[in-house]
């Protein structure tokens, strides 16, 4: 008996029920994702095939992460997109789309122009936000037109849309404000000034101006809190799309506080304007050039919930402000590198509007030099080069997928999308890299060739009053300057002067990890 007991208890103590149990679950969790993934591999070949994959010796898409990463850190996103295009696609007669597998979750890549046309716009209702961005982003967007898709959007959309009404983006006084707050910080006799500071300021004074109707003042008060708050909200938002999928991992020890500041500085605004529309009488709706109709003041007439309003606002200062202070930087940026283009630029400035007579909104229009310049800063570097999207329902995509490129992409329900705002040149003109506002006296994009502002229903609403704001206060400095020196060896970059692949993904790689510094010379 004793016998019998002994050698049970052995058999228990070698092979434990809970680690039968285990082997089970295990066993059912592999067997259940095998099915899962056969199941989705039919379902892509039913719609297309796969486009070229990102490999790797790491596993979980790792290999990628690194890569990526390193591209980052050393200035080189463009030539790392590039050259893995030309990598995975070089037999493809369009090699400009790319996947990968990061965490079991596929990412597609493209820079393919029927791929972006169809992504926004003939395959519109296919891809949106989705859910995942939105609950990524919800605490601090809300259910804003940058957050939402479907209905939810369409109805965002026709309210903002009188605020970007031609009439109200042609109004130049409000740059006018603001460019004179800006030109006394650039007037130091021929000392070096650093361009990201100022201009995330400059911008977002004028981005609070059209939005809520208010002045900041942060040229004038450097250590201005909501802007110090709204910085840092933006420096955390880079990082948490830098991260993913590990973006858990970023702290959010100030987060909190510096959106609860945000929001404790709007809502007096807020309800002040809510009070003014309650009190006035019915059908004395201002007009859209009344200067008093702003983003905030369209969006109170269609609803006062405060949550409503604060959504709307915070997503419009940010749009306002980041991507426009960075075209702002580059721009300065190469126009410092390229004297004879500021040379060029001047002698247009005196030519059509002199040199101390304030620029008209249509005059703006008809400068073929200074044109060339915004449009050159925006192809190289575009204000929004990735718009991540999500498949909302089983479709295809064009090309990417065969032996030479050109057949159909399977994307299934819940695949990341990235469309790059990437401008491929043909031959004849200079290179790619290149900056060179000269190409564009002869060269003419194809349709959705060139998209900096992104295309179809969801194109960017800002994008005329970006044009005439960069249009408006380039205009105006150099009225009063004539030539503009590269200073960064200064902080010990001056190698990054001369790195023909000096580009990244989502923003200046110089202004975040670093400055970028020039010198305004009358």
Known sequence: MFSTIFSGSIHLLYNP??????????????????????????????????????????????????????????????????????RLCKSHE????????????????TADQENVKAILATQFDDFGKGKKFRDDWVDMLGHSIFNSDGQAWHEARTR???????????????????????????????????????????TLDVSADFTLGVSLDTLKTPLNRFAESFERLRH?????????????????????????????????????????????????????KDPGFNLLRASAEVSTNRRFLRDELITALFAGRDNTAMAFTWMLYELARHPDVVRDLRREIE???????EPGYKTLKDMKILSNIINETLRLYPP??????????????????????????????????????????????????????????????????????HGGPRFCLGQQLVLVEMSYTLVRL??????????MDEVGTAEKQVNPWLRRTSEPELVERGEVRVAFLR
């Not at 150099?478 to 200073?487: A, G, I, M, N, Y």
Request: aromatic share 14%.
């Open 17 to 86: 029920p809970w680690l039968w149990l285990f082997f089970a679950v295990a066993g059912l969790w592999l067997a259940r994702g095998y099915v899962v993934r056969v199941r989705n591999e039919a379902k892509i070949k039913q719609h297309g095939g796969r486009a070229p994959q990102y490999g790797g010796w790491l596993p979980l898409g790792l290999s990628f992460l690194v890569d990526f990463r390193r591209a980052v850190t050393t200035d080189e996103t463009l030539k790392f997109w590039n050259d893995t295009f030309m």
């Open 94 to 109: 369009s090699p400009y789309t790319a996947e990968t597998t990061i965490a079991g979750q596929r990412i597609i890549i």
């Open 160 to 202: 903002l849309r009188p605020v970007f009404h031609r009439e109200r983006v042609s109004d130049l006084e409000c740059f006018e404000r603001h460019v004179q707050n800006l030109l006394p910080l650039l007037d130091t006799d021929g000392q070096t000034v650093e361009l990201k500071d100022l201009f995330l300021r400059f």
């Open 236 to 288: 955390w938002k880079i990082q948490r799309e830098r991260s993913k999928p590990f973006k858990f991992l970023v702290p959010r020890s100030r987060y909190q506080a510096d959106l609860d500041y945000i929001e404790s500085f709007m809502d007096p605004i807020i309800m002040e304007t809510v009070n003014q529309i309650k009190a006035e009488k019915a059908g004395e709706a201002i007009h859209k």
């Open 351 to 357: 030519a059509q509007i002199g040199l101390n007579s």
């Open 384 to 453: 929004v080069p990735l718009n991540t999207r999500a498949c909302l329902k089983d479709t295809s995509l064009p090309r990417g997928g065969g032996p030479l490129g050109n057949d159909p992409i399977g994307v299934l329900k819940g695949t990341d999308i990235n469309p790059e705002a990437y401008s491929p040149v043909p031959e004849g003109f200079p290179p790619a890299d290149e900056w060179c506002p000269e190409r564009w006296n002869n060269w003419f994009p194809k349709p959705w060739g060139f998209v900096p502002f």
């Open 478 to 487: 150099f009225q009063r300057f004539s030539r503009l020196e590269l200073r």
